[in-house]
């Protein structure tokens, strides 16, 4: 019989490493990101914007925006 173990280490998108702020969503951030092919930086404004609320509120908003300064200087270059 397959455990609940044995689909988790077959299929690890079927888990969550580290709290439930992203998997209680419809859509994870890796699937969208993944879907869409963004950048590093604009994966990262989509994985903060999901979880702020959940996990480190204000923190994540400023990362959020740092993130899209940081977007903003690689596509002036």
Do not use: W
């Amino acid at each position: 019989m397959t455990t609940k173990e044995d689909l988790e280490r077959i299929f690890p998108s079927s888990r969550q490493e580290g709290g439930d702020h992203y998997s209680k969503h419809q859509i994870q951030p890796y699937t969208f990101i993944t879907a869409n092919n963004l950048s590093f930086f604009q994966g990262n404004v989509i994985k903060y914007v999901v979880r702020y609320k959940d996990k480190n509120g204000i923190e994540d908003l400023k990362k959020i925006i740092h993130y899209c300064e940081l977007e903003i200087e690689r596509l002036k270059k």
